[in-house]
């Protein structure tokens, strides 16, 4: 449903990233490793259409994504930093936060539904209440990826969200993220950029490995 | 036969040796400042000067394209300033501080030049046309750069925050909405301000020359009282004109924020971008 065709960026005359073809399909897992700098925070900002391109286009469902179309498109196909942007006030002030965005108008803000995702974290209501210079950078994660989850996207795009976090913070975010594919394991898809082979391992079906700025290899879990 | 004392130099020259107390002030205290004293004595003698010796000439002549010239000259200089005082810079910063500078205040200095001094000869006046447009360039100058600087800085430091709305679905005006109007509302806090205590605090300089001229006071009231709502409309004018242009120059039409084109001054000599 999402595909990246012929992905080209640069800085100058240097190429950051060049003729990078992603495709991620419903129900798709995908891993995305390599190292510092070889360019996997850009390509999953270029699948968001966070940044220009100077070559390539962003397809979704078959067709280029452009103008007016984008913000909807960015709705389905959800990208979040690795370091989260939490407004200040509470939780639960950043969730509802979310609908005044014209693209999710329609929705409203489900506090039953929030609860029942924090219970899967050991969690009650009184989270919803925590300001955010009193959450932990795991807390944090979770506030950022849960504000994401609400809307219902059908892509996570999501950049090291454990780099920072303790290892019981990144099985909170791992399970959450779990969870979120199997309420639609058909329609739904991530791809999730990390530095752990086994974090890889866990959180995904397929792995793609960057370098220099190129996709080099595509490996199948299950043919290891 | 004017009525208020015309001053030879030698009397101005008396005046100016009230630059003594500032000498002594910092040969006492050893503020080392004699040298910057001086040249500000001396800058302020010259520039003036030129300045009156300029405006005697172009009073004289009365011709609209001099007038127009001068103007254009002015405002030129106003909109290099205000992009000046900015510590970042992005392609098209210096065009578009040009416009909002000289849209904003062209647009009052003719409104009033116009439509409220109805009974002056021509429009191109140089008595009213010249100082009416040097006030409102010379107090709209503040907001405006404020208004851009405040933008630029807010959009740097903010920028997760204003991808993480980006990325959530919202649109290039939702992201950047906060910062514009943060940027906005900060460029119109000064002469808010001296709206606030106009009178009270202050004299303002030129309602202070009036009435030096010898005109009444409730004459140059109402002259200062023209002079801060044009002040004030430029203001908001000019910053809401130099953000939006700013927010159109660094937001795609594809809703992406081009943070890579803001650029601190020290590094804008660097590689050329995007």
Request: hydrophobic fraction near 50%.
């Amino acid at each position: 449903m999402l595909e990246g065709v012929d992905i080209g960026r640069k800085d100058g005359q240097r190429w950051l990233l060049r003729h990078v073809h992603v495709r991620v399909s419903p129900g798709d897992r995908v891993a995305l490793v390599g190292p510092t700098g070889s360019g996997k925070t850009l390509l999953l900002r270029a699948l968001a259409m966070l940044d220009r391109l100077d070559e390539g286009t962003v397809r979704w469902k078959g067709k280029d994504v452009h103008g007016d179309a984008v913000p909807l498109f960015r709705s389905r196909c959800v990208y979040l930093h690795q370091q989260p942007a939490l407004l200040e006030g509470t939780v639960e002030e950043n969730w509802r936060a979310v609908y005044q965005l014209a693209v999710h108008r329609q929705r409203r803000y489900d506090r039953t539904r929030m609860l029942q995702w924090l219970n899967l974290l050991s969690r009650d209501a009184s989270f919803l209440i925590k300001r955010l210079n009193t959450l932990s950078g795991g807390e944090q994660q979770i506030t950022a990826l849960l504000r994401a989850i609400q809307i219902d996207p059908e892509v996570l795009l999501l950049d090291e969200p454990t780099s920072a976090l303790d290892p019981q913070a990144t099985r909170d975010v791992e399970l959450l993220v779990q969870r979120w594919i199997e309420e639609a394991p058909a329609e739904r898809a991530l791809v999730w950029v990390t530095h752990d082979a086994r974090q890889a391992q866990r959180v995904a079906d397929r792995t793609l490995r960057m370098k220099e700025g190129q996709l080099v290899e595509e490996t199948d879990a299950e043919l290891r | 036969m004017p009525n208020y004392v015309e001053l030879t130099y030698g009397q101005v020259a008396l005046a100016a040796l009230l630059i003594v107390v500032n000498g002594a002030v910092s040969i006492m205290l050893q503020l080392k400042m004699e040298r910057l004293l001086a040249i500000a004595a001396l800058r302020t003698i010259v520039q003036l000067l030129l300045v009156g010796w300029v405006l005697e000439w172009v009073f004289g002549l009365e011709a609209w394209y001099v007038v127009m010239a001068l103007a254009c000259l002015m405002t030129a200089i106003a909109g290099a300033t205000a992009v000046r005082r900015n510590e970042h810079r992005y392609p098209g910063i210096w065009i578009n501080t040009l416009i909002s500078v000289w849209v904003s205040s062209w647009f009052v200095t003719g409104y009033v030049l116009l439509a409220v001094l109805q009974e002056i000869q021509h429009w191109y006046q140089p008595q009213y046309a010249i100082p009416l447009l040097g006030m409102v360039l010379g107090n709209t100058l503040n907001g405006i750069s404020i208004g851009l600087s405040t933008l630029t800085e807010s959009l740097v430091t903010r920028r997760r925050e204003v991808e993480t709305w980006l990325s959530l679905g919202g649109t290039r005006w939702e992201a950047a909405r906060r910062p514009i109007q943060h940027a906005v509302r900060t460029g119109m806090i000064p002469i808010i301000n001296s709206m606030m205590v106009v009178g009270v605090v202050s004299l303002p300089g030129m309602m202070t020359g009036q009435l030096v001229s010898g005109m009444s006071p409730i004459e140059a009231v109402k002259y200062q009282i023209v002079i801060m709502f044009m002040v004030a409309s430029a203001t908001a004018l000019g910053t809401v004109g130099v953000v939006l242009l700013a927010f159109l120059r660094l937001f795609s039409a594809d809703h992406q924020f081009l943070a890579s084109r803001i650029r601190r001054l020290a590094d804008t000599r660097a590689t050329p971008h995007n």
